[in-house]
């Protein structure tokens, strides 16, 4: 069955460096991924969305790339801040269905 | 623009009870979807609805239904509760049908079930 994963439950990070996040999908080829940023108690946020064909996106400090070869997305936040501390979620579309699902998420911190 | 709105915000139940929670999306957007998220599981689709008509169904049992009215407002409704219900309920609005773009979600409903 189609799936998405997002390897790590949690990702702790030095102030100042790039956190790099991971997202790896199997047993089909989505068209596009986004990502999203959930604070505790909040409802997600959309932060960037890349398609099938594009190999990387950025927006500000954010930079995101799909590798279809590896079934892969890897987010990077650069010159992280403690500010960033928060749960991000990959999600991609699902063939077929026409709507999204998503993984699990990757709680990073962001140590001072 | 105001944001999506969901309310209650927060409530508790006991086991057998039946809840509806309530979502207004963006002004202008007509599809709502629903999403489950608990600790273990992360977010599961629930349902998508797109002018009235429920689109796209997850693998949720029939306990779990919804509707959406002519202004786009969408409402989720839970029988029979069970104490695995406890989760934290999620809408999403987009302008086109299906999630096939960016999502604008609520706060959430934070649901306990007794």
């Known amino acids: 069955s189609q799936k998405i994963e997002q390897n790590s439950e949690a990702l702790n990070i030095q102030e100042g460096k790039t956190a790099t996040l991971t997202c790896n999908y199997t047993n089909y080829s989505p068209a596009y991924l986004q990502w999203y940023r959930q604070d505790p108690g909040r409802g997600p946020v959309f932060l960037l969305l890349?398609?099938?064909?594009?190999k990387e996106k950025r927006k500000e400090r954010l930079k995101v790339t799909f590798d279809t070869t590896l079934k892969q997305s890897l987010f990077h936040i650069t010159a992280s801040q403690p500010a960033d501390s928060a749960t991000y979620l990959c999600?991609?579309?699902?063939?077929?269905?026409?709507?999204?699902?998503f993984g699990t998420g990757t709680r990073l911190t962001v140590i001072p | 623009k105001a944001g999506v709105t969901q309310t209650p915000r927060y409530l508790i139940k006991t086991r057998g009870q039946q809840v509806t929670l309530s979502c207004s999306p963006i002004s202008g957007h007509r599809s709502v979807s629903w999403y489950q998220q608990t600790p273990g599981q992360g977010l599961q689709f629930l349902f998508e609805?797109?002018?009235?008509?429920?689109?796209n169904k997850g693998n949720f049992p029939g306990r779990f239904s919804g509707r959406q009215f002519s202004n786009s407002r969408s409402e989720m409704n839970v029988s029979t509760l069970e104490l695995g219900d406890s989760a934290l309920y999620l809408c999403?609005?987009?302008?086109?049908?299906?999630?096939?773009?960016?999502?604008?979600f609520g706060e959430g409903s934070r649901l306990t079930v007794l």
């Open positions: 999600a991609a579309d699902q063939t077929g269905a026409n709507n999204l699902f």
């Open positions: 999403a609005s987009s302008f086109n049908r299906g999630n096939t773009g960016e999502l604008f």
């Open positions: 609805y797109f002018s009235e008509t429920q689109r």
């Open positions: 890349i398609r099938e064909n594009e």
